[in-house]
């Protein structure tokens, strides 16, 4: 009994090595099939770094352990081991019947049990999973950039980011925009630059043009107002250069009044501009009557200022936030003949307020007409006015088939000297008789109602 | 009929030793008689000691009454032969009453013993019989009783039928219904003999008569023989294995081959299953060993399957018989069900 359990757990432990290698193999064989194929999409679709991918390694001692629980599932029983080991050393049944009965005396004339062979024909299996470990390899060994073929590429939008956060700075700079603002407009560039997707360009370029023309906004704003106070400072400029240059040959009257105005402008002009306000000297108590070096510091403060806006605007310019056309507007507004501003007043002055002079002469007028000031009188009557009488079209036939056959004949067919009714407009199709722009046609089948409709008593 | 129990203790060498000398005794007498039917004489004498009834199959001339009058000589049993034509009548076969007159006077119906009631019977041609007298034969083949005006009579203990079939000259036959042929343990093919036998024959015999046996048993010899089949062991894997192989028979069943799903009509009943286990003790018992082996299942389960399994039209028209069906499945069946995959494979050292 005891050789015969020797030999039977011998034969035993071959058959369950190899079911268990051989399942092993084949659950080792789909796992590796599994896990190259979830390291290429991994790798392919999250760009996961394949050392982290490694992780999935513990998988297989999943996959053996399944393998040993269904291999040892399927081990023969002894009693069918017992059987094939009887088989096989031809005992003729006494080792099958050792199990359940004492041999006696048989036992010393039974064959000798030896362990069959176990031969498995692992060639496809084997083949199956060299195929499977250099899948693995291959999905942990291939470059990074082969499997990144699905990858969106991202859209490079550097130029036109850095171009936008140049004009963010000069606006911050140049305190056209408040800080929190562009801070937000920052935050929201940066935004942008991160979420920037080859997928959906057009979104990015659309938030882009926004912000843009965001920018573009507050620049052309920030531009019409220098170019406002250009205009301003330019007339109190030059009133002040003729005032400098001109004052001594004119009037007295025209002198206080262009003196009255000059302070009315530069105050004005100050109140508006805090650079002004620093840069002019100090006019306490002159107000009506400046000294020539007075008017002096003020022209050179006026200038001063000026020239700051222009500098401003330059800025904007050269970050393409305003249009050259500004800038040149701007220079343009710059400039006003202060010499023959004298002149000017002096012919006007007393038919116009010196600081309408001023506008009319620094906005490009000349000596001509100018603007004349527009004057309303009493509404046209409409006494003698009439309407024109005509006479309306005949009625004519809608179609032909209302039409009735009078009869033939040959001579020439008369020709209806009446005007013909209007072929577009509110009244087309309308005839004299019928009086309505709406024109509706009566069905031969509705014709008879009609008919007695006129002819009722 | 002994008791199908398994024996806790094996039977012993010097218990076993004297049954399988009488074998080998009624073998090599059989063989001195019939010359070149060794094989045959086996599976007769597995049938005998299965004490089962046998189907012969053979053409006229090759030996099987005198196989079966060697057989009732050696075994020192009673003998008869019956001619089964198709007029025939079960009383013929069973025994009839008639009238007859007492010493007294009296007249009675008496009890006339028909040739069934022996130990050996031989049906020479039962296939020329009619269904009623075969089936007469038959119902006394299973009940080993005969049950006439309501008085039964039990036949002779051991009662074996060796049928013999013609497969030429089919005209005015009633072949047995499938049914019937079941109850035969075997059916052996009874071949030609070769040109060394027939030359054996006739230079040593004197117009073919067989010699008389010079060794005979007697009843209590046979009866030791019963004793001992009783007690041959049939291991749990085989008893598996020959129900296994009776299952698969089926057309339906998991183990079938594919030559059983393709041209098996009627497959192999319980009784084929039991035949087959009684039969592979009695081979056991003749190899000389106590105990069953599948060695022994697949020794008699072509002579037990092959007049069981009915095959259909469609084998006939391939020209598949049932030896080849029943070879299949031999072959394919794995005896231990191991059930491993079909990538491993056991080989002896």
Known sequence: ?457 | MQDNIQSENLLQPEELNPAVELTEKVLAELNRVLLGRSALHRMVLIGILSQGHILLEGVPGVGKTALVKALGQLLRLDFNRVQFTPDLMPGDIVGTHILQQTPEGEREMTFQAGPVFTNILLADEINRASPKTQSALLEAMQERSVTLLGNTRTLPNPFFVLASQNPIELEGTYPLPEAQLDRFLFKLIVPHADVDVLDDIISTRRRGEPPVPTWSMDAEQLRQLFDVMGRIFLPKPVSRYISRLTAATHPDAPEATEEVKQYVTYAASPRAAIAMAEASRASALLSGRPTVGFEDVKAVASAVLNHRVILNYQARFDGVDTFTVVDTLLALLDETDLNLPDDLEIRSA
């Open chain 1, 1 to 457: 009994m005891n050789i015969d359990n020797k030999t039977i757990r011998k034969f035993r432990i071959k058959m369950v090595t190899l079911l268990i290698l051989r399942k092993a193999l084949a659950f080792v064989t789909v796992w590796g099939l599994v896990w190259g194929t979830v390291v290429i999409v991994l790798r392919a679709t999250i760009g996961l770094p394949p050392l982290t991918l490694l992780t999935g390694s513990i998988g297989l001692v999943f996959a053996i352990g399944c393998a040993v629980v269904l291999a040892l599932r399927q081990m023969p029983t002894r009693t069918a081991l017992r059987a094939s080991l009887d088989q096989h050393s031809r005992a003729g049944g006494l080792m099958m019947a050792a199990e359940t009965v004492e041999l006696g005396n048989w036992r010393k004339r039974m064959p000798l049990i030896r362990t069959p062979r176990l031969r498995w024909h692992g060639g496809v299996s084997w083949a199956r999973f060299v195929g499977a470990v250099l899948f693995v390899c291959v999905s942990f060994l291939i470059p990074q950039r082969f499997v990144e073929i699905s990858k969106a590429q991202p859209l490079d939008i550097r130029e036109e980011v850095k171009q936008l956060a140049d004009g963010i700075d000069v606006l911050k700079e140049e305190e056209i925009i408040e800080l929190s603002e562009a801070e937000m407009l920052e935050e929201k560039l940066a935004q942008l630059q991160a979420d920037a997707s080859g997928e959906d360009p057009v979104k990015t370029w659309e938030t882009l043009d926004h912000l843009a023309g965001t920018l573009s906004q507050e620049s052309t704003n920030a531009a019409q107002e220098a170019l406002n106070e250009t205009e301003r400072l330019t007339e109190a400029e030059t009133l002040s250069e003729g005032l400098i240059n001109e004052g001594s040959e004119m009037g007295a009257a025209l002198l206080a009044e262009s003196m009255a105005a000059l302070s009315g402008l530069v105050q004005e002009a100050a109140q508006e501009n805090a650079l002004l306000a620093a840069q002019l000297p100090d006019l306490e108590g002159a107000e009506n009557s400046f000294t020539p070096e007075q008017l002096k510091e003020i022209s050179d403060a006026l200038r001063f200022t000026k020239g700051e806006i222009y500098d401003r605007l330059a800025e904007l310019y050269e970050a393409n936030l305003i249009d050259l056309e500004i800038l040149k507007a701007a220079e343009k507004l710059g400039v006003c003949d202060s010499e023959g501003l004298a002149a000017f007043l002096a012919e006007n002055a007393d038919s116009k307020a010196v600081v309408e002079c001023i506008g009319g002469w620094c906005r490009g007028i000349g000596r001509g007409p100018g603007d004349a000031p527009m004057t309303w009188s009493d509404g046209t009557t409409e006494e003698g006015a009439k309407f024109k009488t005509e006479a309306l079209p005949l009625s004519n036939i809608a179609s032909l088939e209302d039409s009735e056959l009078v009869g033939f004949s040959a001579a020439a067919p008369s020709v209806e000297t009446a005007s013909v009714p209007p072929e577009s407009g509110g009244l087309s199709g309308a005839t004299a008789g019928g009086g309505s722009s709406v024109f509706q046609t009566v069905l031969p089948r509705h014709k008879g109602a009609v008919k007695r409709y006129f002819e009722r008593p």
